[in-house]
C-alpha cells in the first residue's frame, strides 16, 4: 500500500505541515512527488488541492482513518524532487509557509489545454488515389473529391497536408475526413504543438573573435568546470565590453557536454535583443519565459523543458526554476538589479537561491554587471565568489565623455527648463546629424522627498542617513518621516540649509519630458518609453525595434531604457535628474543610483561612433555621481562599503524586516508593538521600529514595519523562526497578517 504526504495549498500557518493520504492503486502510475492532488479535506471532506512531497509504504497514522486520494492532476508542470528540497530551502531562510515556496518554485501550475497539431496523410499509392477520385467524381461526391485533389497536388506526397490548411482552403469537414478514414483512404496523424512566442526568430549567427580579456575569462570558467570545479563568478565587466559572448561560449561549452542553461534577464525590456542574440547562435534549443507571455505559451515552454527539447531558458526571476535535469550553468545578468528580489512572500532573492540550487546540482553560477551589487562585490573579497575582470568595450570602442552639469547653477542663470544650456546644444547636433539621442529620466514621476532647488539639499532623517518620506492630508504635505527609525518633523515651509523658499517635493514624468522635447525641438521624432506606452506582449519589442531601425530621433524613458539595449546610432545620452534616486529613503539609495547612471551613460558610444553623457543634478559633488561620470566602480565601493560598516548595513551586517498588515490600524499597531517587544533585547540584534512602512497603506490595509540589525544571518533566521512560532502558537485573527524578508531594502 502507498501512502503521500502532502502540503495543501492553502498559505495558512497552522496548515503548513503534511498531510498523509492513501493513494489508491489505480493512481499509483501518476501519484509521483510533485504532482497535483484532489484531496478530501476536514470534517465536511471538501475537495481541495495539494503537492506530493514525499511516498512511502509506512502509515504514519491509524490507517482506518487515513483518507483517498481522490484524483492526480495531469496536466500541469510537476515539480522536480530537488524543486521540492529547493522550495524548503526558501522557506526556512525567507520565511512563508511550505505552501508559497512551492508556487514560487512552480511558475507554472494551471490546467492548459494542450495545443494539437494534425496532419491529413493518403494510404493509397498516389495512382490508387487518382482512381478512387475518378470513382467518386463519377457518383457526384464533390467534398471527398476535393479533398483528394489537395492531397494530390500536395508538395510531399507521402507527409499529406496540414488538417488545419484542409479545412480552411479547401472546406474540408470532420466528419466527411472521418468516414474516407473509415474507407482506408486517409489517416489524420495527431502529434503535440508547443506554442512558440518566437517562432519568427531565424538562426543566423555570426562569428565572433574573442579579445585577450573576454578569451581568458572563457578558458577560466570552462576550464574550471571541465575540472569538475563549480563555482560563482562575478563577471564583472565595463559597459560594452562583451559580457554577453563571454555567457554564449560558457553556455555552448556546457551544452557540448550535455547538461542545460539557465539565463536571468532583469526584466521583459531585454527580451527582444538577448532572446535575438541567443536564437541566432543556438537556434530553436532556445526559448523565453517571461510575464507577458499567454498562459499556453508559459506553459508549454515549460513542458519543452521538462521533455528536454530545449537547452537553454532565457527569462526573469521565475525562469531560475525551469524543471532542467542536468542543469550546468546559471548565468544572471545585470545581477544588480532589483527586479530579482521578489516582492511577494516568501520574499527571496533570485542571487541567492540561483547559488542554492547550483549546489544542489552540481552546476555553476556566472553573475555579469558593469556595476555589481553590493553584496556580490563584497563576497568577492571574501572569498566566497571569484571575480573576473573585463576593463575594456569589446571591439575597440571608447567609454562616452561625460559632462556634469550643476542645475543650481542652471537656475542662477535663470534657465528654468529641464534641459540645460549644454544639453540642448548638444542634442540640436545630434538631430543636425542624423544620430539618436536617449534622454533618461532617473526615477519615473514620483514624489518621494522634499528638497530644495536652490540649494540642492534633501531633507533627511539625522539618525539613518536615508531622506525623509512626504506625507500628505487632504493633498497637501503636512509631516516628512524616516522608514526605519520613525524619525518625524513637520513639513519645512523654507530650506533648512539655505532658507530658500524654493523647497518642495519633486516630482517628473516622461510624458512630460516627452511633451517639452517636442516643443524644444520641433521636427524631431520622438518616442517614450514606460509602464505606460509598454502594454501588452509586444509593447517594449516594438519601440525598440522602431528606435533600432532609426524611425526616431529622441527615446524618452525611465530605467528600462538602460538595460543592456545597444543602439549604434545613440551618441548622446541625457540624464535628466542624475539624483532622484539618491533621495528615495533607502540605505541602497547611492547605490542605486551609482548603477543606474553608470549604465544609462553606457548606452552611449556602442557603434563607431564617439558618444558623450550629460548628467543633470542638484548633486554633483556626491560620490555616486562623480564614480559614475567617472565609470569608476572601484572608487565608489570603496566609499560605499565604508558607510555600510558605519551604520552596519548589508552587506557587512544583516536585516530582517518584519511587516505587519490589517485593515484595522489599531490592531496592526498593537501587534508590531507586540512583536517588537519580543525582538527587544535580542543580544546582537539592534532593533529599529515599528513605524509606518514606506507605502503606510495600501487597498485599505495598514503597514507597520520592524527591523532588526545583526552580523550574524543565523541570528536573523533564529528570531525570524521564534516569531513565527509565537505567531503560530498564538493563532492570528483573519484580520491581521505578518510577512518577513531579509536584506530587504
Known amino acids: 500500500m502507498l501512502f503521500a504526504d502532502i502540503i495543501i495549498d492553502i498559505s495558512v500557518k497552522s496548515l503548513d505541515r503534511p498531510f498523509q493520504y492513501r493513494v489508491p492503486d489505480p493512481l499509483q502510475a501518476d501519484a509521483v512527488i510533485g504532482a497535483l492532488v484532489d484531496i478530501p479535506f476536514g470534517k465536511g471532506n471538501r475537495t481541495v488541492q495539494g503537492y506530493i512531497i514525499g511516498l512511502s509504504d509506512q502509515a504514519k497514522f491509524d490507517i482506518r482513518r487515513t483518507k483517498d486520494i481522490i484524483a492526480v492532476v495531469k496536466q500541469g508542470v510537476v515539480a522536480q524532487s530537488h524543486l521540492l528540497s529547493l522550495a524548503y530551502w526558501i522557506k526556512t531562510h525567507y520565511g512563508g509557509t511550505m505552501n508559497d515556496a512551492i508556487k514560487a518554485v512552480m511558475p507554472v501550475r494551471r490546467e492548459i489545454q494542450i495545443k494539437e497539431k494534425k496532419r491529413v496523410i493518403p494510404i493509397p499509392t498516389r495512382e490508387d488515389l487518382r482512381k478512387i477520385r475518378e470513382e467518386l467524381a463519377g457518383k457526384h461526391q464533390t467534398a471527398r473529391v476535393r479533398i483528394i485533389d489537395a492531397l494530390l497536388q500536395a508538395e510531399d506526397y507521402a507527409d499529406g497536408m496540414d488538417y488545419d490548411v484542409l479545412c480552411k482552403a479547401h472546406k474540408a469537414t470532420l466528419s466527411v475526413l472521418r468516414a474516407m478514414q473509415d474507407k482506408g483512404w486517409i489517416r489524420i496523424e ?16 555570426k562569428e565572433v573573435i574573442l579579445n585577450e580579456q573576454q578569451q581568458k575569462a572563457v578558458t577560466q570558467i570552462c576550464g574550471n568546470m571541465d575540472a569538475g570545479q563549480q563555482q560563482v563568478y562575478l563577471l564583472h565587466g565595463v559597459t560594452g565590453s562583451g559580457k554577453t559572448e563571454v555567457y554564449m561560449q560558457c553556455i555552448e561549452h556546457v551544452i557540448r557536454s550535455g547538461r542545460q542553461a539557465i539565463v536571468l534577464i532583469p526584466e521583459i525590456a531585454l527580451t527582444f535583443q538577448t532572446v535575438q542574440r541567443f536564437y541566432a547562435r543556438f537556434g530553436d534549443r532556445v526559448s523565453v519565459m517571461h510575464s507577458r507571455l499567454s498562459a499556453g505559451e508559459r506553459y508549454d ?8 527539447e530545449i537547452d537553454i531558458m532565457i527569462g526573469p526571476r521565475s525562469a531560475l526554476f525551469t524543471p532542467f535535469e542536468r542543469l550546468g550553468i546559471i548565468v544572471m545578468d545585470e545581477e544588480h538589479e532589483s527586479s530579482y528580489q521578489s516582492e511577494n512572500v516568501p520574499k527571496y532573492h533570485a542571487r541567492e537561491v540561483a547559488v542554492q540550487r547550483a549546489k544542489m546540482l552540481g552546476a555553476s553560477v556566472l553573475l555579469g554587471s558593469a556595476t555589481p551589487s553590493l553584496e556580490a562585490y563584497y563576497h568577492t573579497t571574501t572569498g566566497e565568489y571569484t571575480r573576473i575582470e573585463l576593463t575594456e568595450r569589446a571591439g575597440g570602442a571608447s567609454l562616452p565623455r561625460v559632462e556634469i552639469v550643476d542645475l543650481r547653477e542652471e537656475l542662477a542663470a535663470k534657465n528654468f527648463s529641464i534641459f540645460s544650456r549644454s544639453l540642448t546644444g548638444k542634442i540640436q547636433k545630434r538631430l543636425e546629424r542624423g544620430e539618436q539621442t536617449i534622454l533618461f529620466l532617473n526615477r519615473r514621476g514620483f514624489a ?26 487632504a493633498g497637501k504635505v503636512t509631516h516628512l518621516t524616516c522608514h526605519y527609525c520613525g524619525y518625524t518633523i513637520p513639513m519645512p515651509q523654507t530650506c533648512p540649509s539655505c532658507g530658500s523658499k524654493y523647497i518642495g517635493t519633486f516630482g517628473l514624468g516622461t510624458e512630460q519630458v516627452e511633451q517639452m522635447a517636442a516643443s524644444r525641438f520641433p521636427g524631431a521624432r520622438v518616442l517614450r518609453m514606460d509602464a505606460d506606452t509598454t502594454g501588452g506582449k509586444e509593447g517594449h519589442d516594438r519601440i525598440l525595434k522602431q528606435f533600432a531601425a532609426g524611425e526616431a530621433d529622441i527615446l524618452v524613458g525611465t530605467q528600462m531604457i538602460v538595460k543592456g539595449h545597444d543602439f549604434a546610432k545613440v ?14 529613503g533607502d540605505y541602497r539609495a547611492a547605490e542605486r543610483t551609482y548603477q543606474l547612471l553608470a549604465q544609462a551613460a553606457g548606452r552611449a558610444g556602442r557603434g563607431d561612433l564617439a558618444g558623450e553623457v550629460v548628467l543633470q543634478t542638484y548633486q554633483p559633488e556626491h560620490y555616486s555621481i562623480t564614480c559614475a561620470a567617472d565609470q569608476n566602480y572601484v572608487q565608489f565601493y570603496k566609499q560605499e562599503i565604508l558607510m555600510r560598516q558605519m551604520l552596519q548595513y548589508p552587506p557587512v551586517s544583516h536585516i530582517l524586516g518584519v511587516l505587519v498588515l490589517s485593515k484595522d490600524e489599531a490592531l496592526a499597531t498593537s501587534f508590531a508593538d507586540e512583536l517588537a517587544d519580543m525582538l527587544r533585547g535580542t543580544e546582537g540584534l539592534v532593533l529599529l521600529g515599528p513605524s509606518e512602512a514606506p507605502i503606510a497603506k495600501l487597498r485599505d490595509v495598514y503597514r507597520y514595519m520592524i527591523y532588526g540589525k545583526s552580523a550574524e544571518y543565523e541570528c536573523l533566521v533564529r528570531e525570524k523562526d521564534r516569531l513565527e512560532q509565537y505567531i503560530r502558537q498564538r493563532g492570528l485573527s483573519e484580520h491581521l497578517s505578518v510577512q518577513f524578508s531579509f536584506d530587504h531594502e
Do not use: M, W
Request: hydrophobic content about 35%; overall charge positive.
Open 190 to 205: 495527431v502529434s503535440r504543438s508547443y506554442r512558440n512566442p518566437y517562432h519568427t526568430l531565424h538562426a543566423a549567427d
Open 301 to 308: 515552454q515549460f513542458e519543452r523543458a521538462q521533455t528536454g
Open 571 to 584: 551618441t548622446l545620452v541625457g540624464i535628466l535628474a542624475a539624483d532622484l534616486s539618491l533621495n528615495v
Open 448 to 473: 518621494g522627498f522634499v528638497s530644495c532647488r536652490k540649494c540642492g539639499e534633501v531633507v533627511g532623517c539625522p539618525h539613518c542617513a536615508v531622506s525623509l518620506k512626504p506625507h500628505s492630508r
